[in-house]
T-cell receptor, first 112, second 113 residues
Framework: SQQGEEDPQALSIQEGENATMNCSYK?????LQWYRQNSGRGLVHLIL?????REKHSGRLRVTLDTSKKSSSLLITASRAADTASYFC????????????FGTGTRLKVLA | ETGVTQSPTHLIKTRGQQVTLRCSSQ?????VSWYQQALGQGPQFIFQ???????GRGNFPPRFSGLQFPNYSSELNVNALELDDSALYLC????????????FGEGSWLTVV
């Protein structure tokens, strides 16, 4: 089974609303990253959060990490139609931190 | 843009053939990783190269092989192509291989018929 699982699998919201996506993982991690992927294209790095951090912000993005629950969340505030994409979490495991494990992603659709 | 470039962007191969995909990493990055992403799935780790040596490998058979060159660019070679090899192949570069941010290229779409 997957190391990282995003939830929900799909999310549809109106422009201006907030979108929250969750990621759960199974084993100890060095860090966790969130990526965005527009249809059929490469992944765009959003945020990296290390295992000793609890929260990070970048513009309209807020990521939290709870290592006791082995979970992370990505919040996109004031969403825009351009935020429509798939969002993935990727975990770097301890050991083998060279290898990132991706979940199956959350497909976000923002309606104008 | 990430500064990671891949070629070709799309290609079609016949089952049993061989394919080479290429990647130029972001300037200053000495580590390249390759991922396979099937339709509707997340990327799966194939292997990583650090300073021209393989630094780790995922659950892919030996017909998936790679190279990293002194300028840190990289190739992914797949022999004896199978239909299930049809996927988006992503190259990612980073500075060091130990859990640092990885930056992806746009990928190469491979279709095996």
């Amino acid at each position: 089974s997957q190391q990282g699982e995003e939830d929900p699998q799909a999310l549809s919201i109106q422009e201006g609303e907030n979108a929250t996506m969750n990621c759960s993982y199974k084993t100890s991690i060095n860090n966790l990253q969130w990526y965005r992927q527009n249809s059929g294209r490469g992944l765009v790095h959003l945020i990296l959060i290390r295992s000793n951090e609890r929260e990070k912000h970048s513009g309209r993005l807020r990521v939290t990490l709870d290592t006791s629950k082995k979970s992370s969340s990505l919040l996109i505030t004031a969403s825009r139609a351009a935020d429509t994409a798939s969002y993935f979490c990727a975990t770097a495991l301890i050991p083998r931190t060279y290898k990132y494990i991706f979940g199956t992603g959350t497909r976000l659709k923002v309606l104008a | 843009e990430t500064g990671v470039t891949q070629s070709p962007t799309h290609l079609i191969k016949t089952r049993g053939q061989q394919v080479t995909l290429r990647c130029s990493s972001q300037s200053g990055h000495n580590t390249v990783s390759w991922y396979q992403q099937a339709l509707g799935q997340g990327p799966q780790f194939i292997f990583q190269y650090y300073r021209e040596e393989e630094n780790g490998r995922g659950n892919f058979p030996p017909r998936f092989s790679g190279l990293q060159f002194p300028n840190y660019s990289s190739e992914l070679n797949v022999n004896a192509l199978e239909l299930d090899d049809s996927a988006l192949y992503l190259c990612a570069s980073s500075l060091g291989g130990d859990g640092n941010t990885i930056y992806f290229g746009e990928g190469s779409w491979l279709t095996v018929v």
